[in-house]
């Protein structure tokens, strides 16, 4: 009796080492920290509004997005890459940061726009329309830049139709 506890225990104890590394990560959001970057461009009223984006292309990226992220300089953001355009969802659970959601159509034109989200929520946010991309910028971001549904978007990473 007295082995078997010993034996559960050095397992429980092997278990915790493993898993703490992943939950600091993912607490602390490292864990995109290998997430590629590029450059995309917001063409706005006449303007260029240029931002270096970490690409979340895998449904693992996506799932993980910006969560436990605390800061974000002014000109970044991420940028969700879907294999089709459909109807897309998010939240912001677990995710600090107030987040302005560009949904995005395959052409590259923006068709929604959730502005100033509010942290943690677990209320959906619908794109309203069909989307391939979507992409998530600092809140208020896209007011100040006057960023409007029917602008353009475009980057490496969006092979638009």
């Not at 800061?71 to 940028?79: N, S, T």
Request: charged letters at 20%.
């Amino acid at each position: 009796m007295f082995l078997r506890f010993l034996r559960y225990s050095a397992i429980l104890i092997a278990l915790s080492f493993c898993l703490q590394p992943a939950a600091r990560a993912e607490t602390t959001g490292k864990g995109q920290d290998a997430l590629p970057k590029e450059t995309l461009i917001v063409e706005s009223g006449g303007k260029e509004h240029r931002f270096v984006v970490e690409v979340a292309a895998s449904e693992q990226q996506r799932a993980m997005g910006l969560m436990f992220r605390e800061e974000m300089a002014a000109d970044h953001g991420m940028l969700f890459v879907f294999e089709g355009e459909g109807d897309r969802y998010f939240w912001m659970k677990n995710t600090p940061l107030p987040l302005d959601i560009l949904f995005i159509g395959a052409t590259g034109r923006i068709v929604g726009i959730a502005a100033d989200t509010i942290p943690y929520s677990e209320a959906v946010i619908p794109s309203g329309a069909p989307a391939r991309f979507v992409l998530e910028l600092n809140a208020g971001t896209s007011a100040r830049l006057g960023m409007n549904v029917g602008d353009t978007a475009s980057s490496p990473s969006m092979k638009v139709e």
